[in-house]
């Protein structure tokens, strides 16, 4: 018993000094290219009127950020990763087998992603369902939409798509695969028109209905097979990845004045003097409406923070208690002018409690 209880202390000393181990002496920050803009003006801030250094912001996309940060506890690990969707049961699995057990969740506000297109073109309206006809990789048979019968998509124009759109080539630039905007665009726009046809909506009650029967083989295969149609996107050229640089798909577009682009509202705020957010569903991209729910595509935005590191790299604790302050995103709060949608007041007390008193989360 001596010699494994001294096993156990051994342990708890190990995993306690790798985080003290080493040479850092500043915060180090990884994840979403939506919420990098916001930490980053946090971070200057924060270099300015502390007496911590100004911490290090990575763009990696909320996929990359989550990979990076969860890798382990210890210097040469990132301290906080953003993230402009929330964190999957995969990767909190994987975190809490590397030994990133404690992990604080701190909501920061929200954000709408914004289809936007150069100010020398005419302006889109666009539903969901336009989107997911003109995006996905397979699509209901046009002659039998109701018909289970799925193609190859085979829509080259969004005329195509839908007569009342302007007869342009479909090309649309957007986020890769490791970005929270690239998984929020798939759930909130092409689901959000997948689901309009009825024989692919009823996949997912389906699965319901088995997972609830305790058939768990038949629900994961049917939400398998929903999440395939809805989410997939096509890879013969219309959909161009162009990277988590989302000031690039901005230039882009400028180029291309027939080219639409998927990014944060932020970012068609910052430029809206070059590009315009498209109608989505008849309700334009504005912050009133991302902020109170109209608009149909809008998303919350996250840090996530290792536990283990607060105390021992330098000024972790004070950064947060910055972030969550109101005048950083509150109703008038210094992010406002960058684009951030503030949460409401009960929202923002919840998050700051989480913040400011490091309460772990609970998935």
């Given at each position: 018993m001596?010699?494994?209880?001294?096993?156990?202390?051994?342990?708890?000393?190990?995993?306690?000094?790798?985080?003290?181990a080493?040479?850092?002496?500043y915060?180090?920050?990884v994840?979403s290219?939506t919420v990098?803009p916001?930490?980053?003006?946090?971070?200057?801030?924060f270099?300015?009127?502390t007496?911590?250094?100004?911490?290090?912001?990575?763009s990696t996309?909320?996929?990359?950020?989550?990979?990076?940060?969860?890798?382990?506890v210890g210097?040469?690990h990132?301290?906080?990763?953003?993230?402009?969707?929330?964190?999957?049961?995969?990767?909190?699995?994987?975190?809490?087998?590397?030994?990133?057990?404690?992990?604080?969740?701190?909501?920061?506000?929200?954000d709408?992603?914004?289809?936007?297109?150069?100010?020398?073109a005419?302006?889109?309206?666009?539903?969901?369902?336009?989107?997911?006809l003109?995006?996905?990789k397979?699509?209901?048979?046009?002659?039998?939409?109701?018909?289970?019968?799925?193609?190859?998509n085979?829509?080259?124009?969004?005329k195509?798509?839908?007569?009342?759109?302007?007869?342009?080539?479909?090309?649309?630039?957007?986020?890769?695969?490791?970005?929270?905007?690239?998984?929020?665009?798939?759930?909130?726009?092409?689901?959000?028109?997948?689901?309009?046809?009825?024989?692919?909506?009823?996949?997912?009650?389906?699965?319901k209905?088995?997972?609830?029967?305790?058939?768990?083989v038949?629900?994961?295969?049917?939400?398998?097979?929903?999440k395939?149609i809805?989410?997939?996107v096509?890879?013969?050229?219309?959909?161009?990845?162009a990277g988590e640089?989302?000031?690039?798909?901005?230039q882009k577009?400028?180029?291309n004045?027939?080219?639409?682009?998927?990014?944060?509202?932020?970012?068609?705020?910052q430029?809206e003097?070059?590009?315009?957010g498209?109608?989505?569903?008849?309700v334009?991209?504005?912050?009133?409406?991302?902020?109170?729910?109209?608009?149909p595509v809008?998303?919350?935005?996250y840090?996530?923070?290792?536990?283990?590191?607060?105390?021992?790299i330098?000024g972790?604790?004070e950064?947060?208690?910055?972030?969550a302050?109101?005048?950083?995103?509150?109703?008038?709060?210094?992010l406002?002018?960058?684009?951030?949608?503030?949460?409401p007041k009960e929202?923002?007390?919840?998050?700051?409690?989480?913040?400011?008193?490091?309460?772990?989360?609970?998935?």
């Amino acid at each position: 018993m001596k010699r494994f209880s001294s096993a156990i202390a051994m342990s708890l000393t190990v995993g306690a000094a790798a985080v003290t181990a080493g040479t850092r002496d500043y915060i180090y920050v990884v994840g979403s290219s939506t919420v990098y803009p916001f930490a980053t003006v946090v971070a200057e801030h924060f270099g300015k009127v502390t007496k911590f250094k100004t911490p290090k912001i990575e763009s990696t996309g909320s996929g990359g950020g989550m990979k990076l940060f969860c890798q382990g506890v210890g210097v040469k690990h990132p301290d906080i990763t953003n993230a402009s969707r929330r964190i999957k049961k995969s990767e909190f699995d994987k975190c809490q087998a590397n030994g990133v057990k404690e992990i604080i969740e701190i909501k920061i506000g929200y954000d709408g992603i914004a289809i936007a297109n150069s100010r020398e073109a005419p302006r889109f309206n666009l539903s969901r369902k336009d989107m997911f006809l003109a995006l996905a990789k397979d699509v209901p048979d046009p002659k039998a939409p109701e018909s289970s019968k799925l193609l190859p998509n085979p829509y080259s124009t969004w005329k195509e798509v839908n007569p009342a759109l302007p007869a342009y080539k479909i090309e649309v630039l957007g986020p890769p695969p490791t970005s929270g905007t690239r998984d929020a665009f798939a759930e909130l726009a092409m689901e959000g028109g997948c689901k309009k046809f009825a024989w692919i909506s009823q996949l997912k009650k389906e699965s319901k209905k088995a997972k609830k029967a305790g058939n768990k083989v038949l629900a994961k295969q049917l939400k398998n097979k929903y999440k395939a149609i809805c989410h997939g996107v096509r890879e013969d050229g219309k959909y161009i990845e162009a990277g988590e640089n989302d000031n690039l798909i901005v230039q882009k577009l400028e180029a291309n004045s027939k080219a639409l682009g998927v990014f944060g509202y932020s970012y068609l705020e910052q430029n809206e003097d070059r590009i315009q957010g498209s109608l989505v569903d008849g309700v334009p991209p504005e912050f009133e409406l991302i902020a109170n729910g109209q608009y149909p595509v809008s998303r919350p935005l996250y840090m996530y923070v290792k536990e283990a590191h607060v105390g021992k790299i330098p000024g972790i604790k004070e950064f947060l208690a910055e972030f969550a302050s109101d005048k950083v995103w509150g109703d008038e709060g210094y992010l406002l002018d960058k684009g951030l949608i503030p949460m409401p007041k009960e929202e923002r007390e919840e998050y700051r409690k989480a913040a400011t008193q490091l309460i772990p989360m609970k998935f």
